[in-house]
Structures are given as structure tokens and as C-alpha cells.
């Protein structure tokens, strides 16, 4: 069974910069591939980004892509989102997801976190 869990949200202003923690516990933890989602108050749940675990290969939904950073540490077993210029469009729950196998996309994934808030001040 394996938990993720967020953090590293909270308040900000717009163009500030935040960055957000996925760990993994689990005995085994060899995903395929893990993603950033995010859910605005009263919309539905949209891809943010994700990264292969073995080879590091990324993409980005075309709404954070140049300002949004993926990035994985193996050994740790943590996933992360380095956010710059962040807009007040922005605010939303971000998900931590991991998918166990193949394609690389933006679906498919098959354990998720709680979730953690990100609100961005204008």
C-alpha cells in the first residue's frame, strides 16, 4: 500500500514562488510515472504536470508550463513542484499522484494524497 503525502502550501502573493513536497511511504515505492494535479474551488480536477521515476522525462499542462518545475528524488522517494510567477488563478488543492504503469500521460493514475492548498493573493 502506498501513501502520498503533500506539503508546502499556503498563502502567497501573485509572482511570488512556492514550492510543494510529495513523499512516499511504502515499502516498495517504484512508481512509473508521478503527477501534479490541482482542483479549484467549484472546477473540475486538472493535469498541473508529471515525471517518470527511472528517467526523469517531464510534461506540462500548457497553463504551467516555463513558470511550473517537476522534479523527483529517488533515493527519497519524494516528488516536487517548484512553482514561480505564481498567479491568483493559480489557487487551487494540489494532488500528488502516481501512476504504477505505462503510458505517460495525464490519466491513469492509481494513488493519490490528500491534497494541499495553495491560495494566491492578488
Known amino acids: 500500500q502506498v501513501q502520498l503525502v503533500e506539503s508546502g502550501g499556503g498563502l502567497v502573493q501573485a509572482g511570488d514562488s512556492l514550492t510543494l513536497s510529495c513523499t512516499a511511504s511504502g515499502r516498495t515505492f517504484t512508481p512509473y510515472a508521478m503527477a501534479w494535479f490541482r482542483q479549484a474551488s467549484g472546477k473540475e480536477r486538472e493535469f498541473v504536470a508529471t515525471i517518470t521515476w527511472s528517467g526523469g522525462s517531464t510534461y506540462y499542462s500548457d497553463s504551467t508550463k516555463g513558470r511550473f518545475t517537476i522534479s523527483r528524488d529517488v533515493a527519497k522517494k519524494m516528488a516536487f513542484l517548484q512553482m514561480n510567477r505564481l498567479k491568483p488563478e493559480d489557487t487551487a488543492v494540489y494532488y500528488c499522484?502516481?501512476?504504477?504503469?505505462?503510458?505517460?500521460?495525464?490519466?491513469?493514475?492509481?494513488?493519490w494524497g490528500q491534497g494541499t492548498q495553495v491560495t494566491v493573493s492578488s
Open positions: 499522484a502516481a501512476k504504477n504503469t505505462p503510458p505517460f500521460s495525464t490519466y491513469g493514475y492509481n494513488d
